[in-house]
């Protein structure tokens, strides 16, 4: 069966440090692979998508950055956080049978 | 712009009652919709999915969606306080799902 796994689970940074949270799928080969962002009281946003290795498709403009070096990884990444980037972020990949979401556990991330 | 609009609510309802959840979406084109729970602090996890109009039921739960009216719902019958969740309906387009704010539930013992 496939799994998705986040990390870390929790963090806290200052504004303006740096940001990396990573993504891997398993059991799986080739997913369409997603990064939403959730603020506090919000509904998903959806931040990036990726079809394949170094296949990167933004939907929205901001400081963050995605990158896919490898199949079943997903990796979020910021050179400088801004205290708007704090909220909860999850990976997904998409099952094409149904079209439905597998989320990962998340990541939330606090800019201080 | 693709748009799903839900009222953030929160509904509330007591135990044993019926819960109706509201969803519109503004793509005419849109041939998939899916309903997912989410609690608090946690990742969604899918209820439903829907493809066709008219209803779709899975135990308690009952999934309709009109297209000519581009609308969407969920009904939950017999609801506990375990259903008290955030209940968040997405719609898919082209490879992409995108999601409503979400309903906030509350199931009152």
């Known amino acids: 069966s496939q799994t998705i796994h986040q990390w870390p689970a929790t963090l806290v940074q200052p504004v303006g440090s740096p940001l990396s949270l990573e993504c891997t799928v398993e059991?799986?080969?080739?997913?369409?692979l997603y990064w939403y962002r959730q603020a506090a009281g919000r509904g998903l946003q959806l931040l990036f998508y990726?079809?394949?290795?170094g296949q990167i498709s933004s939907e929205v403009p901001q400081n963050l950055s995605a990158s896919r070096p490898q199949d079943r990884q997903f990796i979020l990444s910021s050179k400088k956080l801004l205290l708007s980037d704090s909220g909860f972020y999850l990976c997904a990949w998409i099952n094409w049978g149904t079209g439905e979401l597998f989320f990962g556990e998340g990541s939330r991330l606090t800019v201080l | 712009q693709k748009e799903v609009e839900q009222n953030s609510g929160p509904l509330s309802v007591p135990e044993g009652a019926i819960a109706s959840l509201n969803c519109t979406y503004s793509?005419?084109?849109?041939?998939?919709f899916f309903w997912y729970r989410q609690y608090s602090g946690k990742s969604p996890e899918l209820i439903m999915f829907i493809y066709s109009n008219g209803d779709k039921e899975d135990g308690r739960f009952t999934a309709q969606l009109n297209k000519a009216s581009q609308y969407v719902s969920l009904l939950i019958r017999d609801s506990q306080p375990s259903d008290s969740a955030t209940y968040l309906c997405?719609?898919?387009?082209?490879?992409?799902?995108?999601f409503g704010a979400g309903t906030i539930l509350r199931v009152k013992s």
């Open positions: 990726s079809v394949g290795i």
């Open positions: 793509d005419r084109g849109s041939q998939s």
């Open positions: 997405a719609v898919r387009y082209g490879n992409k799902l995108v």
């Open positions: 059991g799986t080969s080739n997913p369409n």
